[in-house]
Every structure is written in structure tokens, then in C-alpha cells.
T-cell receptor, first 113, second 114 residues
């Protein structure tokens, strides 16, 4: 079985500050990990994914995430928040042989001017 | 660009009505998925399909059925809509049976059942 926990359903940061969104996973086999973003009234868009290559993954819009097996984590970061980053962010997990994604409950990011 | 389209952005139906939600993708993807999204619960998988006329239950299939008669089209059916099916419904598609393949999402249909 696989599962994802996103700590913090709401996160607020000031414009220009570091963004850190937390994701911990549970998987009995090596995982594949994804971050998706959902802007208001839109579907989900892939930010980045980890598929067992480099542990530090760079995505779109300046976001990156680091896979840490020892901590079972895949936290999303961005050095400097922009107003356009305000959205809901979802972490998801799958694994070899399983096409299904299991999503976390999401984190709504608010940017304070 | 991959395009996944959903037939309606907003839908209002009455309890007991039969509801069809349509999803079409234009990238010849084998896999298609239906999710519902509720505040605080994230996305939950209702049904998915690996191929034409093939379907498999997801995590919350009760009260729903699906149809995939053509590769590009995946329909979600609420046989008798109930108020607890008020939700945002998202369709997605992906290529092959690759576990690392990106799922591409449509814009969603917000369904209100009165």
C-alpha cells in the first residue's frame, strides 16, 4: 500500500521568502513521486517528478524537490516566492507496476504582498 | 501540447437524475482516469481504464460507472445522482502503462446536485 501525507493544509509566505511545502510518503517498494499544482478554477499541472534518477529534481517555475529515502520525504521548495505561486499543491506517489497515483490532501499556498 | 477536455465546467442536477460527464483526450493515450476532488480530502480515484472497453475500480467507485467505447473518450456516469456526489470531477490521461508517466488533467467539472 502507498500513501502520502502533506503537512499543513494552508501555508502563507511573504513575497520573496522561501517556499517550503512538506510531503512524506509511505511505500513498500521504491516510489515514484510527483508534485502537481492547481491554479484557481483549473485542472492539475505537473510541477516535477522523481523517477529514481537524480534525488534533487528541478521543475517548472523555479521549484525543486529533494527525494530523501531515509526520511521518506519529498519536500517542495522555491527560494523566492512570487505572487503567481499562489495555488494549491498536491504531492502524489506511485510505484513500479502500479499505474495509479495516490494523492495527498493538498496544501494551499498564499503569498503575502 | 496534450489536451484533455471535459464537456462542462459547471453542472447543476437534481437528486435522482442520471448524469453523464464526458472526457476527451487528443494524444492517443492508453490510460484514462476519473477523480473527484473535495476540500481536505485531495483527489480520490473513482475509476480508470487501460484500454477501450476496459475499466477498473478505483478507491471510491460506489455510485458511479464508466464507459470507454473509443480510445479518446472516457465517460463517467452517475446512475442516480445524490447530494453527496456534489464535488469537483477531474479527468486525466497518461501514456502506456508506465508508472512514471505523467498524468495530464482536464480543467474539471464542478457538479452541484440539489
Amino acid at each position: 500500500a502507498q500513501s502520502v501525507t502533506q503537512l499543513g493544509s494552508h501555508v502563507s509566505v511573504s513575497e520573496g521568502a522561501l517556499v517550503l511545502l512538506r510531503c512524506n510518503y509511505s511505500s513498500s517498494v521504491p516510489p515514484y513521486l510527483f508534485w502537481y499544482v492547481q491554479y484557481p478554477n483549473q485542472g492539475l499541472q505537473l510541477l516535477l517528478k522523481y523517477t529514481s534518477a537524480a534525488t534533487l529534481v528541478k521543475g517548472i517555475n523555479g521549484f525543486e524537490a529533494e527525494f530523501k529515502k531515509s526520511e521518506t520525504s519529498f519536500h517542495l521548495t522555491k527560494p523566492s516566492a512570487h505572487m503567481s505561486d499562489a495555488a494549491e499543491y498536491f504531492c502524489a506517489v506511485s510505484h513500479f507496476g502500479n499505474e495509479k497515483l495516490t494523492f495527498g490532501t493538498g496544501t494551499r499556498l498564499t503569498i503575502i504582498p | 501540447d496534450v489536451k484533455v477536455t471535459q464537456s462542462s465546467r459547471y453542472l447543476v442536477k437534481r437528486t435522482g437524475e442520471k448524469v453523464f460527464l464526458e472526457c476527451v483526450q487528443d494524444m492517443d493515450h492508453e490510460n484514462m482516469f476519473w477523480y473527484r476532488q473535495d476540500p481536505g480530502l485531495g483527489l480520490r480515484l473513482i475509476y480508470f481504464s487501460y484500454d477501450v472497453k476496459m475499466k477498473e475500480k478505483g478507491d471510491i467507485p460506489e455510485g458511479y460507472s464508466v464507459s470507454r467505447e473509443k480510445k479518446e473518450r472516457f465517460s463517467l456516469i452517475l446512475e442516480s445522482a445524490s447530494t453527496n456526489q456534489t464535488s469537483m470531477y477531474l479527468c486525466a490521461s497518461s501514456n502506456h502503462r508506465g508508472m512514471e508517466e505523467t498524468q495530464y488533467f482536464g480543467p474539471g467539472t464542478r457538479l452541484l446536485v440539489l
